[in-house]
C-alpha cells in the first residue's frame, strides 16, 4: 500500500520531524556535554536533562521505527547507487534512534546511577556490571558518530534533491505533493 502513495501520511511526517529534531538536540548536547561542559553540578543537570530527553526519545523513537515498518517505504524517486546509499542511511537512522537511548540506559542501569524522568519518578539503577557500562558506552560513542555522520549524510542528500534534482522528493515529505 505505502509503495504506491505519492507522500508520506500526516503520522509518518510528525513522527520523523519530531525524533529529527530530537535525535539532533541530543547529539548536539551529547556533543556540548562531553566536549565543553567539565565536571561539576552543571553538567550534572545537563546529564539528567540529557537522560530524560533520552527516555522520550527511546518511546517516540520506537514507535517510528513500527510506524515505519508499518507503513512501508515510499519507491524510489531514481535508482542507483544513491537510493542504495539512501536506504541505507535510513536504515542506520532506523535503528540509531533506538540503539542511541537504550545504550544511554545500559550505561546508567548498569553503572547503578538511576534515571529521573524530568523529576517526576525515577528508574532506580541496576546492579553495577562494569564490563555492561563499557559495552553501553562503547555502542553509544559509535553509534553517536556514525549517526552524526548519517545525519549529515542526510541533510546534504535532502538538499541535493531539493536544489539540483528538484525531483519532488522534498514535496512527498510535507505531504505536498
Do not use: C
Not at 537510493?83 to 540509531?96: E, F, P, R, S, Y
Amino acid at each position: 500500500m505505502a509503495q504506491q502513495q505519492t507522500a508520506y501520511d500526516r503520522m509518518s511526517r510528525l513522527n520523523h520531524w519530531l525524533v529529527a529534531v530530537l535525535m539532533i538536540g541530543m547529539l548536539a548536547g551529547g556533543i556540548y556535554m562531553s566536549q565543553f561542559l567539565p565536571r561539576g553540578p552543571e553538567k550534572q543537570t545537563f546529564m539528567g536533562i540529557h537522560k530524560s530527553i533520552g527516555l522520550v526519545v527511546l518511546i517516540l523513537g520506537s514507535w517510528r521505527v513500527y510506524w515505519r515498518l508499518r507503513q512501508g517505504f515510499l519507491a524510489a524517486v531514481q535508482d542507483g547507487w544513491q537510493t542504495k546509499l539512501a536506504h541505507w542511511a535510513h536504515v542506520i537512522l532506523l535503528v540509531g534512534i533506538v540503539v542511541m537511548p537504550m545504550s544511554g540506559v545500559m550505561m546508567s542501569y548498569f553503572g547503578g546511577r538511576e534515571i529521573g524522568v524530568f523529576g517526576l519518578f525515577a528508574i532506580p539503577g541496576g546492579p553495577e556490571i562494569s564490563a555492561l557500562k563499557s559495552l553501553g558506552g562503547a555502542v553509544h560513542g559509535i553509534f553517536a558518530k556514525l549517526m552524526i555522520a548519517t545525519v549529515l549524510l542526510h541533510i546534504l542528500g535532502a538538499l541535493k534533491h531539493v536544489v539540483m534534482d528538484k525531483d519532488g522528493t522534498w514535496s512527498r515529505m510535507t505531504g505536498r505533493s
